[in-house]
């Protein structure tokens, strides 16, 4: 693949994803409040526990879809249409087992629901057919939906996505026509919810066989795939000890703070993550296809210009991080006092520390991408480590200090496996440089940051102090000047300081004068 089309392929997958994120928070704020004002606290209430159970069912896949996107990279650098056919005959073979060992685990739970949920307004019925509709969405895409992964490897998720999320907001907005005007209530949801899950599994097949005819033309026996594809077999293992740490690292943190603080600093804490999450969740889509354009890549085996291209992403997306950090520092403060009121604010610290753990979350996917394009999942005793320091440092930090304690331990996590180990296993084993050059680079670009921060917050500080029934515009107005200083001030400095940035701005100037 060609440099120009790589890029032009993760510009495609980014705008197309961007476009849909800003559908789904409008489209998602507005059925929220449909759904609790004509289904109820109740039924919404129902459904997430039914998706939370179904969530955790399907941690049996965890590790399988990285596995196979990552031995996908090199047969579609080759055209090897034979390879791919047979990775993607081992995961319909790892799916349909799995799919069927989610309807066995499902058994006890169906039998369960009358104790689980022994008292709801909605009936028995409707929990048993929402379960089922639920598990329904779940086996269809082990059954039918697994070969979308080539596609999201091919870097042509942009032809897809359309068309999934399209018609998720078509069901969406019929469950609200359907609850607004007709009156039909939780069947009326809860059907359509069916049918989107089935016109779901149409779209991707009638997209996968547009694009790759030849993938079903010729069937592969699964017969001996297991033994040949070994290899693939014990990454899918490592990939999934990976998985299932991060899995526990994620959902422990509201239990610790329940434990240690309170159950209403959890609710605290929500708020600001609520916020945190979709910051997150936009930087990702931003930088959505990034994952197989490295892959494919690091197929070429060109180590020298695989590691500028390294370079260049870990400059771009550290400068980019740091900008929505210290927008979000800026901003989240006043954006929570007009959204929920003054009293649900966090200290200085704590937003610091926020700020902090979402900046590693962030910054971490570059080398986490190279790490996945070279298939260095052996270290499966890191996530391991990650995740019991992360329990650990939680619970001791978080006896003594609550919330910010909590919030050290994993931080301090962070630092030892993230920002340490993984670096310096992608360079060794990966990139084949020195991780040194990577200690020294992050340490510069975190210290410039760092500075002009500083001296941002000061600029409107001296210029503009707030008190309580001051104007919000002009404190916006000032947040804003703050947040442009910074971004030019950082943006000169590592273009003077960093070849990566120097890269990167010619790498935008190529793009914005459509020379790709």
Request: aromatic content about 16%; glycine content about 8%.
């Amino acid at each position: 693949m060609m440099e120009g089309s790589r890029t032009k392929r993760t510009i495609q997958n980014s705008q197309m994803s961007l476009l849909l994120f800003l559908i789904q928070v409008l489209i998602g704020f507005y059925s929220r409040k449909v759904f609790l004002d004509h289904l109820g606290d109740e039924v919404i209430g129902l459904n997430t526990t039914l998706g939370n159970i179904l969530g955790f069912l399907n941690l049996a896949e965890l590790g399988i879809g990285i596995a196979m996107a990552t031995s996908l990279y090199q047969p579609i650098h080759d055209q090897d249409r034979h390879t791919i056919r047979e990775i993607l005959g081992v995961q319909g073979f790892l799916y349909k087992r799995i799919a069927l060992l989610l309807c066995l685990l499902s058994i006890p739970i169906i039998i369960a629901l009358p104790f689980i949920f022994p008292s709801t307004a909605c009936g028995i019925a409707y929990v048993y057919v929402a379960y089922i509709v639920f598990l329904s969405g779940s086996i269809f895409g082990y059954l039918w939906n697994y070969r979308q992964v080539l596609i999201q490897a091919d870097q042509k998720n942009y032809k897809l996505m359309p068309w999934v999320h399209g018609l998720r907001y078509v069901k969406i907005l019929l469950q609200i026509f359907v609850l607004i005007f007709f009156s039909w209530g939780i069947w009326g949801w809860i059907i359509i919810e069916f049918i989107g899950n089935v016109a779901t599994v149409l779209a991707i097949n009638y997209v996968m066989r547009k694009e790759y005819p030849w993938l079903y033309a010729e069937k592969t026996s699964t017969k001996d795939l297991i033994h040949r594809y070994h290899g693939l077999i014990v990454k899918t293992k490592q990939v999934f000890v990976h998985k299932i740490a991060l899995f526990v690292i994620e959902q422990t943190a509201p239990l610790i703070i329940y434990a240690f603080v309170s159950l209403t600093m959890v609710t605290f804490y929500g708020n600001y993550m609520i916020l945190i999450g979709y910051v997150v969740t936009l930087m990702n889509v931003v930088f959505e296809g990034m994952g197989a354009s490295i892959g494919n890549l690091v197929a070429e085996k060109n180590r020298a210009h695989t590691l500028d291209v390294f370079w260049e992403l870990f400059t771009s997306r550290i400068w980019i991080a740091g900008i929505a950090c210290y927008g979000l520092y800026l901003f989240i403060g006043p954006f929570i006092t007009l959204w929920i009121g003054s009293r649900y604010l966090l200290g200085e610290t704590t937003l610091l520390l926020l700020v902090a753990t979402m900046f590693i979350r962030i910054t971490r996917s570059v080398v986490d991408s190279f790490k996945n394009a070279y298939q260095l999942f052996a270290d499966v005793w890191a996530p391991i480590a990650e995740a019991a320091i992360h329990l650990g440092g939680a619970i001791l930090l978080g006896y003594f200090w609550g919330l910010n304690g909590i919030l050290l331990g994993g931080i301090l996590s962070q630092i030892i496996i993230v920002l340490i180990w993984k670096p310096y296993y992608t360079f060794r084993k990966g990139l084949g440089a020195s991780p040194l050059s990577y200690y020294l680079q992050f340490v510069v670009h975190c210290a410039v940051l760092l500075v002009f921060a500083c001296l941002a917050k000061a600029l409107y500080q001296h210029f503009y102090v707030w008190q309580d029934g001051s104007d919000w515009l002009m404190l916006v107005v000032w947040l804003t000047v703050s947040l442009l200083f910074f971004i030019v001030t950082t943006f000169i400095t590592l273009y003077i300081l960093t070849a990566g940035m120097r890269m990167f701005a010619r790498r935008m100037i190529r793009i914005t004068t459509h020379k790709l």
